[in-house]
């Protein structure tokens, strides 16, 4: 009963040692909100990833495709219907993009262009979420014009005063498609604006209606280019600048067509196939039975991958950095715990004597040192519960921190023009915080092992005539 | 003439605790060797209240030492009412600490943290788990102030060592001895750090207790005054018992 009623009292009166677990404190705290923020961005990260690739791909090696899809599609709902929930089929290629500038001037740029049908991809993962209008409204993702573009296009006042029977009338109609081409593009949000520094909204320079070039491969022997004109009718914004500044959305039927890849009516080549899963099946091994399924009808020529292991250089790139910062916290931790050990073998040298009356009392060794491997305990879960509590605390007023460091400074912190995001995103994990917690008591106690460990060794003559 | 056995005292009768040829070296480094004891034999008696006198380095406090098992010596065998005790492992040796002897040492050593009345429970506090100590506390606690009643400290109870003086630290030491119900009480100079006055108070106390309780009592001291109140007093020189004064006492 003894150590427990000594620990206590150190506890209480030994303000040195509660200090030398404060670093315990800051450390357990940080990783907390180190965590909960990489969390937050890693899960927001994966939601936005996830949300533009469908569960599985399945893909050609050939970037012209094969035509074949429909029966693929059949293969993939014969194998695995009963767990696949959609299909869709794109076309995905290189391409360089071409803005006009009101004044005459071009921006290129280059970009992924992907033809899709945009019914059948927003049945695949949160694609039609993304989508929006100038406004930021969320708007159904389609490549429709509307008639009003081309009737408000210069050509288009023309054409209006211009009598059906005018010789002018066919020029100027062509002309008003030519101006505002019948055939729509969503276009990545960071292709369509810029930001200026200092500024707090985005300016466009491909606006809605506005006119822009694609080049890109069409299918051959020889490397050619293909060029067509689409019209602005919509902005992807995932929030994932890798995407926004590349992709570039085309109808999948002019897309192949002009990539002399079909006719224009549906019928041609695709490179993908995007693959919902119903929810709760296990896309692994879906992906694993299509691949298979595959490989008997046409070996090695597709290739069957979920959205995780098509983004598994970044996914396993923020997991290293989580498991480096992680290491790298702990070793604080673990330097704070070389602090608790100078102070409790300083704390054993100063009740050296204490140490030997308590064994003259019928102390034995064990109890000595369960003194002190109490205190240690004690101390750690102190310091480890004001560190969680100030961790989640933290975690849980981070955007009013990061507001008020805001108006403090001047500056922003966080600033949601470069991540999209319009706070910061955390994540508490409970099994993280218990690890992180556990983690720093066992480093904490076991600081405190050597230090109870000599006291216990004391002998007790020469302890109680310690001076 | 060496004598270091008891006399036939009037109410000294059965061995209590005894010694046979106790040696003792201390060893500093590997080559500096200091004896201390050089074969001892001691007795002391049920009841007896013994002191233990000698010049300074005499090993008077090593052979209290010994006998209460703080130490082990080189080479003699330690006996507690016939039984050998000297060989007895770890545990054992920290039971009997704990429940056959008590001791009063020179510089108090109360603990700073607890106060008058948790240094008294001290022995039952190690003796006890923590279950065993909630299901006795009220009547150990009973136990302990009635302790503290009887060395004069009854309304110091709460108090912190630091706000004690010299001589109610030793008294609350002394309480903190007998607290544990001790068949024996080993007192390591009890009054060297008191004024004169004081430590008479707290001699006559050990000697009030030893005749009230029976209880058997060893007392070192380098203070012949404090000796003569013992029934018995054996004197150290050179780690040899070489002088046994009986009939001085008070």
């Known amino acids: 009963m003894y150590k427990y009623l000594l620990c206590w009292r150190y506890l209480k009166t030994r303000y040195i040692a509660l200090a030398s677990v404060i670093s315990v404190m800051l450390g357990v705290a940080t990783m907390i909100v180190v ?40 293969i993939i709902q014969d194998d695995c219907g009963d767990q696949v929930a959609a299909t869709a089929p794109t076309m995905e290629t290189f391409g360089l993009l071409k803005i006009y500038l009101p004044n005459g001037e071009a921006v290129t740029r280059q970009v992924m262009v992907i033809g899709i049908r945009p019914e059948d991809r927003a049945k695949t993962g949160d694609f039609s979420e993304f989508v929006q209008d100038e406004s930021g409204k ?46 729509g593009a969503i276009l990545g949000y960071a292709l369509a604006t810029i930001h200026r520094p200092g500024t707090t909204s985005d300016d466009f320079i491909a606006p809605e209606g506005a006119k ?51 006719d224009g009516a549906g019928n041609g080549a695709v490179n993908q196939i995007q693959v919902q899963v119903k929810p709760g099946v296990d896309m692994n091994v879906v992906a694993e039975r299509i691949q298979r399924a595959l490989d008997s009808r046409r070996p090695g020529y597709f290739r069957v991958a979920t959205w995780e292991e098509k983004q598994g250089p970044l996914l396993e790139a923020v997991r290293i950095e989580q498991f ?103 994540h508490i994990d409970p099994w993280t915080v218990a690890g992180v917690v556990l983690g720093a008591i066992m480093i904490a106690v076991t600081a405190s092992v050597w230090p109870a460990q000599r006291a216990s060794k004391l002998h007790p003559v020469q302890a109680i005539r310690f001076e | 003439m060496i004598f270091p056995f008891p006399s036939k005292d009037r109410h000294v009768s059965t061995l209590h605790l005894h010694a046979v040829g106790l040696k003792k070296t201390y060893r500093k480094g590997r080559s500096l060797e200091v004896p201390v004891l050089h074969g001892v034999d001691f ?37 507690l009412r016939g039984e050998r005790i000297d060989h007895l492992p770890d545990r054992k040796r920290d039971h009997l600490r704990n429940e056959a002897f008590g001791f009063v040492f020179q510089s108090y050593h109360l603990m700073p943290e607890l106060t008058a009345l948790e240094n008294v429970l001290m022995p039952h506090l190690i003796r006890l788990s923590p279950w065993g100590w909630f299901s006795r506390k009220k009547e150990l606690k009973k136990e302990a102030a009635a302790w503290l009643d009887r060395v004069g400290l009854g309304h110091r109870a709460k108090h912190k060592p630091s706000e004690l003086s010299g001589g109610e630290m030793q008294r609350a030491a002394i309480a903190r001895a007998l607290a544990g119900n001790p068949q024996m009480i080993l007192a390591d100079e009890p009054t060297g750090n008191l004024d004169a006055e004081t ?44 002088t046994y004064v009986p009939g001085l006492a008070a």
């Not at chain 1, 519960?385 to 403090?408: K, P, T």
């Open chain 2, 43 to 79: 007795s002391v008696s049920q009841g007896e209240m013994v002191a233990i006198v000698g010049a300074s380095g005499s090993g008077k406090s090593t052979l209290l030492h010994l006998l209460g098992l703080l130490d082990s010596p080189d080479s003699g065998h330690i006996y």
């Open chain 1, 324 to 426: 480096i910062l992680n290491v790298l916290l702990f070793l604080i931790i673990a330097v704070a715990g070389f602090g608790i050990l100078a102070i409790f073998s300083m704390i054993v040298v100063e009740k050296t004597r204490d140490i030997g009356v308590l064994k003259a009392l019928g102390a034995s060794n064990g109890g000595v040192r369960g003194i002190f491997l109490s205190y240690g305990l004690a101390l750690s879960v102190v310091g480890c519960g004001a560190g969680m509590i100030e961790g989640l605390l933290i975690v849980h007023y981070l955007n009013d921190i990061e507001r008020a460091i805001n108006s403090l400074t001047g500056t922003r912190v966080f600033n949601p023009d470069i991540y999209y995001f319009s706070e910061i995103p955390t």
């Open chain 1, 35 to 74: 965590n909960a923020v990489m969390a937050g961005f890693s899960g927001t990260m994966r939601d936005r990833l996830h949300g533009i690739l469908a569960d599985i791909v399945v893909e050609s090696y050939d970037l012209d495709g094969f035509y074949d899809w429909r029966e693929v599609q059949s």
């Open chain 2, 199 to 242: 430590g008479a108070s707290v001699m006559r106390l050990l000697r009030d207790l030893n005749r009230e309780r029976g209880l058997t009592m060893m007392v070192v001291t380098h203070d012949l005054n404090v000796a003569r109140q013992a029934d018995r007093i054996v004197r150290l020189n050179h780690g040899l018992v070489e």
């Open chain 1, 212 to 262: 822009i070039g694609l080049a890109f491969p069409k299918a051959g022997r020889k490397p050619e280019a293909a060029y067509d004109d689409y019209t602005v009718v919509g902005f992807f914004k995932s929030g994932m600048s890798e995407y926004d500044s590349m992709h570039v959305y085309v109808p999948l039927e002019r897309l192949q067509y002009m990539r002399m890849l079909g």
């Open chain 1, 138 to 183: 969320p708007v159904k993702p389609s490549f429709d014009v509307p008639k009003a573009w081309q009737t408000h296009s210069p050509a288009g006042h023309l054409l209006a005063d211009t009598p059906k029977d005018d010789p002018l009338h066919e020029i100027l109609a062509q002309q008003a498609a030519e101006q505002v081409p019948d055939r």
